[in-house]
Every structure is written in C-alpha cells, then in structure tokens.
C-alpha cells in the first residue's frame, strides 16, 4: 500500500488545516489508519487513529478536542481536520497504514505501521 499526504502549510494561531492521505494499492477500510507528528530535534509522536473498524484514538485531551481523524471510503483517503492550530502543532506530519490485528492498546505505537507517507509540512506561526 501506498499513502501520499498533503494539505500541510503556514497558517497563524487560532486557524484551521485539513490534511489528506490519499491510498493506493489496497483499501483503506482495512487498515488501521494514523496520523503521527515530528518536530524539529523531536521524535515522531503518534496524533490520532482509526481503527479499520471505524473506532478513534487521539494523543491527548487537547487533540482530541481541536483534531478529528475521519475517512472517505470512496476516495480512499484519511483526513485529518485540525482546528484552533497552536504554535506547538509545528511539525511535519506523517499518516501510517498498519495490519488491522494490531489490538487497541497498541494503537497508538509507531511500530505497528508498516507503511508511511512522505510527510507534509504544518507550521503556526504568527
């Protein structure tokens, strides 16, 4: 399988993106689905999930209150709509595809993904 992300950019504090992972060469429905994060000298830090069964997983309270991961079946694509963007959000952002076995409690771990995207670029700045 084969992901492409796109969407990322500049925008200013308080403002919105929407990021899109486009899928080839499987369905989507059948994966589990995530987003993860790098910034500058960091690590890559998981973001949200979706599980092929349509369950959602979020990094933290405050994620989950500003992003929401979601799918488009028909397109094939993941989402991920980020909202009221803070300049900690500044990241490269990277969606995943990873076997549908992978149970709840290791949603959230990187190494339970076997394929990546390229990445797309999130900067908040003012």
């Known amino acids: 399988v084969q992901l492409q992300a796109s969407g990322g950019g500049l925008v200013q504090p308080g403002g919105s993106l929407r990021l899109s992972c486009e899928v080839s060469?499987?369905?989507?429905?059948?994966?589990?689905m995530a987003w993860f994060r790098q910034a500058p000298g960091k690590e890559r830090d998981f973001v949200a999930a979706l599980r092929f069964n349509g369950a959602t997983y979020y990094s933290t309270d405050s994620v989950k209150g500003r992003f929401t991961i979601s799918r488009d079946r028909a397109k094939n694509t993941l989402y991920l709509q980020m909202n009221n963007l803070e300049p900690e959000d500044t990241a490269v952002y990277y969606c995943?595809?990873?076997?549908?076995?992978?149970?709840?409690?290791?949603?959230?771990?990187?190494?339970?993904?076997?394929?990546w995207g390229q990445g797309t670029q999130v900067t908040v700045s003012s």
């Open positions: 995943a595809a990873g076997s549908k076995t992978t149970i709840s409690g290791y949603i959230r771990s990187l190494q339970k993904y076997d394929a």
């Open positions: 060469g499987g369905t989507m429905s059948t994966y589990n």
